[in-house]
T-cell receptor, first 115, second 113 residues
Framework: SQKIEQNSEALNIQEGKTATLTCNYT??????LQWYRQDPGRGPVFLLL?????KEKRKERLKVTFDTTLKQSLFHITASQPADSATYLC??????????????FGKGTRLSVIA | GAVVSQHPSRVICKSGTSVKIECRSL??????MFWYRQFPKKSLMLMAT?????????EQGVEKDKFLINHASLTLSTLTVTSAHPEDSSFYIC?????????FGQGTRLTVV
């Protein structure tokens, strides 16, 4: 079955710096990979999706890369702000090429942006 | 994005009682919804897939007689934790599926005392 690792349980950075979070996966070739934000006591909120044939995706201050050879995705937040403090989850489609597939999640990285 | 409403957000119940959690899709029809469980510092784990008009499918290790799922309409799925025990205390989250991304409810923090 798929295994997802988000190497850092927690990451502290200074406001204004770029935060880089890592997601590695094994035993699978996903059709796409997603990143979600989760605040304490709340459900995850979708941020970005990147497909297997895409190398990079951007949305405002967010950037995601996807290396299917390394089986790794990097998630960047540039010009980080204290409001970016949250847990960020990496997720893969459980069933490839299924239009209605549940997701497999990593444990998440808790990001703290210090003013 | 689509909106999924889940309630209650928090519930405390006595051991041995049952608790029902509702999940509604407010602006889309969901033939399928997913129920996840999240323990502290752990990842969200899929418990079951709720299918409108048919039986739910459960992941390995999830007791279907303990976690009853009903998906009677295209906008409502319910999860009932029966005969709850302290080890069932967790964060339960439902989701509906868009074309690719998932839309999650707010989650329910269940505490069994």
């Amino acid at each position: 079955s798929q295994k997802i690792e988000q190497n850092s349980e927690a990451l502290n950075i200074q406001e204004g710096k770029t935060a880089t979070l890592t997601c590695n996966y094994t035993n699978y070739s996903p059709a796409y990979l997603q990143w979600y934000r989760q605040d304490p006591g709340r459900g995850p909120v979708f941020l970005l999706l990147i497909r297997e044939n895409e190398k990079e995706k951007r949305k405002e201050r967010l950037k995601v890369t996807f290396d299917t050879t390394l089986k790794q995705s990097l998630f960047h937040i540039t010009a980080s702000q204290p409001a970016d403090s949250a847990t960020y989850l990496c997720a893969l489609d459980m069933y490839r090429n299924s239009g209605n597939t549940p997701l497999v999640f990593g444990k998440g990285t808790r990001l703290s942006v210090i003013a | 994005g689509a909106v999924v409403s889940q309630h209650p957000s928090r519930v405390i119940c006595k051991s041995g009682t049952s608790v029902k959690i509702e999940c509604r899709s407010l602006d889309f029809q969901a033939t399928t919804m997913f129920w996840y469980r999240q323990f502290p510092k752990k990842s969200l784990m899929l418990m079951a897939t709720s299918n409108e008009g048919s039986k739910a499918t459960y992941e390995q290790g999830v007791e279907k007689d303990k976690f009853l799922i009903n998906h009677a309409s295209l906008t409502l799925s319910t999860l009932t934790v029966t005969s709850a025990h302290p080890e069932d205390s967790s964060f339960y989250i439902c989701s509906g599926q868009g074309a690719t991304e998932a839309f999650f409810g707010q989650g329910t923090r269940l505490t069994v005392v």
